[in-house]
Antibody, heavy 122, light 110 residues
Framework: EVQLVESGGGLVKPGGSLRLSCAASGFTFSNAWMSWVRQAPGKGLEWVDRIKSKTDGGTTDYAAPVKGRFTISRDDSKNTLYLQMNSLKTEDTAVYYC?????????????WGQGTMVTVSS | QSALTQPASVSGSPGQSITISCTGTSSDVGGYNLVSWYQQHPGKAPKLMIYEGSKRPSGLSNRFSGSKSGNTASLTISGLQAEDEADYYCCSYAGRNTLIFGGGTKLTVL
């Protein structure tokens, strides 16, 4: 069964750091382009970042609001995706979803995790 | 970069057809045939409904269809059913390896 399972969410103070993990199973993780998408409480979806497969260069891209503060990375030996979040702001409060594509083209997401909640508050 | 523009809400009766629009610019929706659509029920993860403008994932009902004209993409749901009631989001490739979502549309089945 294809599955993405996020972990690492929680409560953190403004200016603090947090690292999210996403464990993948049921597909060839090393070939996948992986993304994080977030959703603030009661709000819409927001693309956060993406990391390509190593065979496609392993490059990373970020949305403007998180560039310079967030770092996406992957460990293909562990089938795990990471999101290191630094200098957190209250507006980063959201459910963070790990997502990828298997059959929906590189710029669409057909596999989603259940999400992990990040709350930035003093 | 601002979110793509979607109507906040649409509604329809069972059996009817509805269309949700998604308006962007020539730098995103209009510049690429890379719009996707997602359905999200409360408390659940999004589900891919349409990708690359008009393609349906395997196994998805053909009641869902996508199209584009200029800088506006559209999702049409025909034969509306109660279980279609959900939030719908469009998403477009926006160049420079970035993606942008729409603000979301709440569909109510009357």
């Amino acid at each position: 069964e294809v599955q993405l399972v996020e972990s690492g969410g929680g409560l953190v103070k403004p200016g603090g750091s947090l690292r999210l993990s996403c464990a993948a199973s049921g597909f060839t993780f090393s070939n996948a382009w992986m993304s994080w998408v977030r959703q603030a409480p009661g709000k819409g979806l927001e693309w956060v970042d993406r990391i390509k497969s190593k065979t496609d260069g392993g490059t990373t891209d970020y949305a403007a609001p998180v560039k310079g503060r967030f770092t996406i990375s992957r460990d293909d030996s562990k089938n795990t995706l990471y999101l290191q979040m630094n200098s957190l702001k209250t507006e980063d409060t959201a459910v963070y979803y790990c997502t990828t594509n298997m059959k929906g083209g590189r710029n669409a997401f057909d596999i989603w995790g259940q999400g992990t909640m990040v709350t930035v508050s003093s | 970069q601002s979110a793509l523009t979607q109507p906040a809400s649409v509604s329809g009766s069972p059996g009817q057809s509805i269309t949700i629009s998604c308006t962007g610019t020539s730098s995103d929706v209009g510049g690429y045939n890379l719009v996707s659509w997602y359905q999200q029920h409360p408390g659940k993860a999004p589900k891919l409904m349409i990708y690359e403008g008009s393609k349906r994932p395997s196994g998805l009902s053909n009641r869902f269809s996508g199209s584009k004209s200029g800088n506006t993409a559209s999702l049409t749901i025909s034969g509306l059913q109660a279980e279609d009631e959900a939030d719908y989001y469009c998403c477009s490739y926006a160049g420079r390896n970035t993606l942008i979502f729409g603000g979301g549309t709440k569909l109510t089945v009357l």
